[in-house]
């Protein structure tokens, strides 16, 4: 079985200023991905980044990167430089690689605000 | 090229009706997934397609939910009467890559809002 779980059911951040959103797992699969996804208001889920279970570095795409610390089961979403467009629930996802089961399983999610 | 479409986007019922819900995922595309995303929650998964068959349908919440995919492309999610409580917004999304440790990112749809009255 696997688990996700977003701690912070909201947070604050100003503009232009770095923001951590954090995610801790649970999963008995040997080999499995960690995917971070954006919902804004309009409902649509975007994907932001991936990170492979075994891969050494860290994950980044533009302003986003992925702290992964296997050894503690987090996998927390830095976005450096928010803008206000940031603003949406963000959601922390995982799936295993070996398992039947290709579908992504999802944590509660953390709405994000950026203030001017 | 197009992404995943959905139709309808909104869908309001009355208890006791059947509904259908269709999902149009990006062409080439094998696998096929449904989630279902309540009010504050993330999405739940229902039920996963490769190709023309249900391989994992673990996520039905009972029998009155569900999906196929007869030609191996579009999908249609089928509720028989429908409970207020199957109020969400369903969402699918597709995938190319279906197995092994390799990066196989699902592309989400704008989802359906289904109400139940």
């Known amino acids: 079985a696997q688990k996700i779980t977003q701690t912070q059911p909201g947070m604050f951040v100003q503009e232009k200023e770095a923001v951590t959103l954090d995610c801790t797992y649970d999963?008995?699969?040997?080999?499995?991905?960690l995917f971070w996804y954006k919902q804004p208001s309009s409902g649509e889920m975007i994907f932001l980044i991936y990170q492979g279970s075994y891969d050494q570095q860290n994950a980044t795409e533009g302003r986003y990167s992925l702290n992964f610390q296997k050894a503690r089961k987090s996998a927390n979403l830095v976005i450096s430089a928010s803008q206000l467009g940031d603003s949406a629930m963000y959601f922390c996802?995982?799936?295993?690689?070996?398992?039947?089961?290709?579908?992504?399983?999802f944590g509660s999610g953390t709405r994000l605000q950026v203030q001017p | 090229g197009a992404g995943v479409s959905q139709t309808p986007s909104n869908k309001v019922t009355e208890k006791g009706k059947y509904v259908e819900l269709r999902c149009d995922p990006i062409?080439?595309?094998?696998?096929l997934y449904w989630y279902r995303q309540s009010l504050g929650q993330g999405p739940e998964f229902l039920i996963y397609?490769?190709?023309?068959?249900?391989?994992?349908d673990s996520g039905l919440p009972n029998d009155r939910f569900f999906a196929v995919r007869p030609e191996g492309s579009v999908s249609t999610l089928k509720i028989q009467r429908t409970e207020r409580g199957d109020s969400a917004v369903y969402l699918c999304?597709?995938?190319?890559?279906?197995?092994?440790?390799?990066?196989?990112?699902?592309?989400f749809g704008p989802g359906t809002r289904l109400t139940v009255l």
């Open positions: 999304a597709s995938s190319s890559k279906t197995s092994g440790p390799s990066y196989n990112e699902q592309f």
């Open positions: 999963t008995s699969d040997p080999s499995y991905g």
């Open positions: 397609f490769q190709g023309t068959g249900a391989a994992d």
């Open positions: 062409s080439g595309h094998t696998a």
């Open positions: 996802a995982m799936r295993g690689d070996f398992t039947g089961r290709r579908a992504l399983t």
